[in-house]
């Protein structure tokens, strides 16, 4: 936090990031900045927020001395440039996007209570075709059940089951199946559809009660046709909430209307949220989303580069499905740095450019280890018992035991934060997700890890140190 002090007038800065973009041209800005960075000026230093550490690393070596001469041209002095992990900056992205389908029904319904229409009968006027639909999702074992059930609830939506409830690791097609139920709905054209995040839900509910309009913020949600909320598993641990979102969900139960819940994790596996609440989702049907198989991830590649206006040849596919073994996000992530290789170095995908893109990534696999292996592992190379891991002590070599045990829990297995705390001596959600996200910063500043044996002190740098248990867990 404390890289974001004293910003400059936001019209300096938006003149350094119009600059950059005019030096290095639209095409490299779309690639390596535009969704993926977040450029901050203060009064003694430049950060520049990152999604990741391979687009920091890239910039970095690409990019710095460009930022560089804008600054002192547009400044008149020269400032330090840092870099900050933000994965956070692809999740905001998303957040824009479920803006937008809310703003989108506010026009709409402003649009027909003037002419006395039902409000939310579809998209309005001129709305872009939505990305997410049942019928460009790719269908393969580990996702069948789940389209399934999408299809039907899309037929006949509160006919057949309530709610319908879909949860998967993230990144393995949750967000698109529930927008593309809405997507299908919407062309029915007389339902009132209304599709946002359990965050969003939590913020305009806190809003209600501040300026004291809950009965406006009721009426919008109780009569809906269709209530779709992605990140369920936000309402851990807000028990007001969590009680108005049971009263909106009885509504629906009582008048046999559909509600539609992503979640990363199995309702029952998910902390701090009341039985109530779960007994009610698991009434319905729960569906789960698996990681794809080499043909499913081949077939998902193959969709997306027809999408993308970007044809590649079968080999290449096949390559890009075989390397990268995990979430549909990775599979993405992948072909969009093989697309960037080919724009930058002004040449045609082929094996070898591939082979050249991807030799920094190693093989990405969705299920290298149970929790209990790397819980062993860690343990043992700290000197340190399992059941110290799980205990609530706190003295310095446990506690980074079971911080790097919750990091390692999160990249090597599909378990949810949820699941990790659990698992770990039923810990808050809350506490591995604190692990995971001071261990990036820790990865991305190179910071060095200092501790203590039975023997001797020991260091070793935060990256060095996950690669160096990754591979003695894989072992």
């Given at each position: 936090?404390?890289?974001?002090?004293?910003?400059?007038?936001?019209?300096?800065?938006?003149?350094?990031?119009?600059?950059?973009?005019?030096?290095?041209?639209?095409?490299?800005?779309?690639?390596?900045?535009?969704?993926?960075?977040?450029?901050?000026?203060?009064?003694?230093?430049?950060?520049?927020?990152?999604?990741?550490?391979?687009?920091?690393?890239?910039?970095?070596?690409?990019?710095?001395?460009?930022?560089?001469?804008?600054?002192?041209?547009?400044?008149?002095?020269?400032?330090?440039?840092?870099?900050?992990?933000?994965?956070?900056?692809?999740?905001?992205?998303?957040?824009?996007?479920?803006?937008?389908?809310?703003?989108?029904?506010?026009?709409?319904?402003?649009?027909?209570?003037?002419?006395?229409?039902?409000?939310?009968?579809?998209?309005?006027?001129?709305?872009?075709?939505?990305?997410?639909?049942?019928?460009?999702?790719?269908?393969?074992?580990?996702?069948?059940?789940?389209?399934?059930?999408?299809?039907?609830?899309?037929?006949?939506?509160?006919?057949?089951?309530?709610?319908?409830?879909?949860?998967?690791?993230?990144?393995?097609?949750?967000?698109?199946?529930?927008?593309?139920?809405?997507?299908?709905?919407?062309?029915?054209?007389?339902?009132?559809?209304?599709?946002?995040?359990?965050?969003?839900?939590?913020?305009?509910?806190?809003?209600?009660?501040?300026?004291?309009?809950?009965?406006?913020?009721?009426?919008?949600?109780?009569?809906?046709?269709?209530?779709?909320?992605?990140?369920?598993?936000?309402?851990?641990?807000?028990?007001?909430?969590?009680?108005?979102?049971?009263?909106?969900?009885?509504?629906?139960?009582?008048?046999?209307?559909?509600?539609?819940?992503?979640?990363?994790?199995?309702?029952?596996?998910?902390?701090?949220?009341?039985?109530?609440?779960?007994?009610?989702?698991?009434?319905?049907?729960?569906?789960?989303?698996?990681?794809?198989?080499?043909?499913?991830?081949?077939?998902?590649?193959?969709?997306?580069?027809?999408?993308?206006?970007?044809?590649?040849?079968?080999?290449?596919?096949?390559?890009?499905?075989?390397?990268?073994?995990?979430?549909?996000?990775?599979?993405?992530?992948?072909?969009?740095?093989?697309?960037?290789?080919?724009?930058?170095?002004?040449?045609?995908?082929?094996?070898?450019l591939a082979r050249q893109a991807m030799a920094e990534l190693g093989p990405s696999r969705p299920t290298r280890a149970g929790l209990k292996e790397i819980e062993a592992t860690v343990a043992e190379f700290f000197g340190v018992g399992v059941s110290d891991v799980q205990s609530a002590r706190k003295n310095r070599i446990v506690s980074l035991a079971r911080q790097v045990t919750m990091v390692l829990g999160r990249e090597m297995t599909d378990l949810s934060y949820s699941?990790?705390?659990?698992?770990?001596?039923?810990?808050?959600?809350?506490?591995?997700?604190?692990?995971?996200?001071?261990?990036?910063?820790?990865?991305?500043?190179?910071?060095?890890?200092?501790?203590?044996?039975?023997?001797?002190?020991?260091?070793?740098?935060?990256?060095?140190?996950?690669?160096?248990?990754?591979?003695?867990?894989?072992?």
């Amino acid at each position: 936090m404390g890289l974001f002090v004293a910003p400059l007038q936001n019209t300096e800065t938006e003149l350094v990031i119009a600059d950059l973009q005019a030096l290095i041209g639209p095409k490299r800005w779309a690639v390596w900045f535009e969704g993926a960075t977040d450029i901050h000026i203060s009064d003694s230093a430049v950060t520049v927020g990152v999604a990741n550490l391979f687009i920091s690393d890239y910039i970095r070596s690409h990019f710095a001395d460009a930022l560089a001469r804008v600054v002192r041209g547009r400044l008149g002095r020269d400032l330090p440039i840092g870099f900050r992990v933000q994965p956070d900056l692809f999740q905001r992205r998303r957040a824009a996007n479920l803006d937008d389908e809310v703003a989108a029904e506010d026009q709409l319904a402003s649009g027909a209570a003037a002419s006395g229409a039902s409000p939310a009968n579809g998209p309005p006027a001129g709305e872009r075709r939505p990305l997410f639909t049942l019928d460009n999702f790719v269908v393969g074992p580990c996702n069948q059940m789940a389209y399934a059930a999408a299809k039907a609830a899309a037929a006949a939506p509160g006919a057949d089951f309530h709610p319908l409830f879909i949860h998967g690791a993230c990144g393995l097609g949750k967000t698109h199946l529930l927008h593309g139920v809405l997507h299908a709905l919407r062309q029915r054209g007389n339902l009132r559809i209304a599709l946002l995040s359990a965050e969003q839900f939590t913020n305009r509910y806190l809003a209600g009660m501040r300026t004291h309009s809950l009965d406006a913020f009721r009426h919008r949600y109780r009569n809906l046709d269709v209530l779709a909320i992605d990140d369920i598993h936000f309402l851990a641990g807000k028990p007001s909430t969590q009680e108005e979102f049971l009263h909106t969900f009885n509504e629906f139960d009582g008048r046999g209307r559909l509600v539609i819940l992503a979640s990363d994790a199995h309702p029952r596996e998910m902390a701090a949220i009341e039985d109530r609440l779960v007994s009610r989702w698991v009434a319905g049907l729960v569906v789960r989303l698996s990681h794809p198989d080499a043909e499913t991830r081949r077939r998902i590649l193959a969709a997306k580069t027809v999408s993308i206006g970007r044809p590649m040849p079968d080999d290449v596919l096949a390559f890009i499905a075989g390397h990268v073994q995990g979430s549909v996000r990775e599979l993405e992530g992948a072909l969009t740095r093989i697309v960037a290789y080919a724009a930058l170095l002004k040449h045609p995908v082929t094996m070898d450019l591939a082979r050249q893109a991807m030799a920094e990534l190693g093989p990405s696999r969705p299920t290298r280890a149970g929790l209990k292996e790397i819980e062993a592992t860690v343990a043992e190379f700290f000197g340190v018992g399992v059941s110290d891991v799980q205990s609530a002590r706190k003295n310095r070599i446990v506690s980074l035991a079971r911080q790097v045990t919750m990091v390692l829990g999160r990249e090597m297995t599909d378990l949810s934060y949820s699941e990790i705390a659990r698992l770990l001596g039923n810990k808050n959600h809350t506490t591995v997700l604190a692990a995971c996200r001071k261990w990036q910063k820790l990865v991305a500043q190179s910071a060095e890890i200092v501790w203590s044996d039975r023997t001797d002190s020991r260091s070793m740098s935060a990256g060095t140190l996950l690669a160096h248990l990754k591979e003695r867990i894989r072992r």
